[in-house]
């Protein structure tokens, strides 16, 4: 909920065009450029059942927040 507070705050400060995000551990706001400019992609294999339409996976220690990758 802390990231749709800090959005409102943008909102509520007339900042447009930014996105909350998590950046080194910290909250952080981004123009959203920053983020659509590359293409984002999952291997839906390694970390998919695609049988069950759940995630795989044994344990969460030390995987990353996001199962993404940019494509450059």
Same mark, same amino acid.
């Given at each position: 909920?802390?990231?749709? /507070? ?9 900042? /447009? ?9 910290? =909250?952080?706001? !981004?123009?959203?450029?920053? !983020? ?10 390694? /970390? =998919?059942?695609?049988?069950? =339409?759940?995630?795989? =996976? ?15």
């Amino acid at each position: 909920m802390i990231s749709a /507070h800090l959005a409102l705050d943008l909102i509520g400060a007339r900042i /447009h065009g930014r996105l909350v995000v998590l950046k080194n551990g910290r =909250y952080d706001n !981004v123009p959203i450029d920053l !983020v659509t400019a590359s293409k984002k992609l999952v291997n839906v294999k390694e /970390h =998919y059942d695609t049988d069950r =339409y759940r995630p795989q =996976y044994r344990s969460f220690e030390m995987k990353p927040l996001f199962l993404m990758t940019s494509d450059a």
